[in-house]
T-cell receptor, first 116, second 114 residues
Framework: GAVVSQHPSWVICKSGTSVKIECRSLDFQATTMFWYRQFPKQSLMLMATSNEGSKATYEQGVEKDKFLINHASLTLSTLTVTSAHPEDSSFYIC????????????FGPGTRLTVT | DAKTTQPPSMDCAEGRAANLPCNHSTISGNEYVYWYRQIHSQGPQYIIHGLKNNETNEMASLIITEDRKSSTLILPHATLRDTAVYYCIVRVARYGGSQGNLIFGKGTKLSVKP
């Protein structure tokens, strides 16, 4: 079945540093990928839509200069959290839409970011 | 996407069937019902989807009422590993990501107890 992977699964970084998270579709091509953020005991909230070969679309309230998204190929999207602060600590999840489930999405396992 | 309503929590005994309800009274004729679940500290997992006929796969069964205003996800023999938050989402089905992201509500927290 369709698989989406993320790397790393968890990361701890110091305040002020940058962290890159990778999202890969392992057995299908994805022209569009989605990045979500989830705080403890809350539901997933969309941050941005990543489009292969073009600029990402950010949701209202999400700083595009802070959360850099690059979708350089049909199987890879990256999210870079720049100048991270403790309030950026969260669970980041990506998803993509494989051709096997119309209207559905497959999600990566998530990346737990802790900023100290 | 049509709005859905789910109970905030449910308990189920291990080995018994778990029946998770979802109301979607404003569903349109071309909208499908999707079910996902999220086990703690993991990404959401696709379970099943359907339009109007009942559906079954290796994970679960989906029963949709004749008027399509509600549905039930059935886990026939719940195990402790089925403890998760279950999300019912209604949307139009198109291939690829062209119809946009999934919108998650609060879902139902299912606790399977020994």
């Amino acid at each position: 079945g369709a698989v989406v992977s993320q790397h790393p699964s968890w990361v701890i970084c110091k305040s002020g540093t940058s962290v890159k998270i990778e999202c890969r579709s392992l057995d299908f091509q994805a022209t569009t990928m989605f990045w979500y953020r989830q705080f403890p005991k809350q539901s997933l909230m969309l941050m941005a839509t990543s489009n292969e070969g073009s600029k990402a679309t950010y949701e209202q309230g999400v700083e595009k200069d802070k959360f850099l998204i690059n979708h350089a190929s049909l199987t890879l999207s990256t999210l870079t959290v720049t100048s991270a602060h403790p309030e950026d600590s969260s669970f980041y999840i990506c998803s993509a839409s494989p051709p096997v489930v119309p209207g559905g999405q497959y999600f990566g396992p998530g990346t737990r970011l802790t900023v100290t | 996407d049509a709005k859905t309503t789910q109970p905030p929590s449910m308990d189920c005994a291990e080995g018994r069937a778990a029946n998770l309800p979802c109301n979607h009274s404003t569903i349109s004729g071309n909208e499908y019902v999707y079910w996902y679940r999220q086990i703690h500290s993991q990404g959401p997992q696709y379970i099943i989807h359907g339009l109007k006929n009942n559906e079954t796969n290796e994970m679960a069964s989906l029963i949709i009422t004749e008027d399509r205003k509600s549905s039930t996800l059935i886990l026939p023999h719940a195990t402790l590993r089925d403890t998760a938050v279950y999300y019912c989402i209604v949307r139009v089905a198109r291939y690829g990501g062209s119809q946009g992201n999934l919108i998650f509500g609060k879902g139902t927290k299912l606790s399977v107890k020994p």
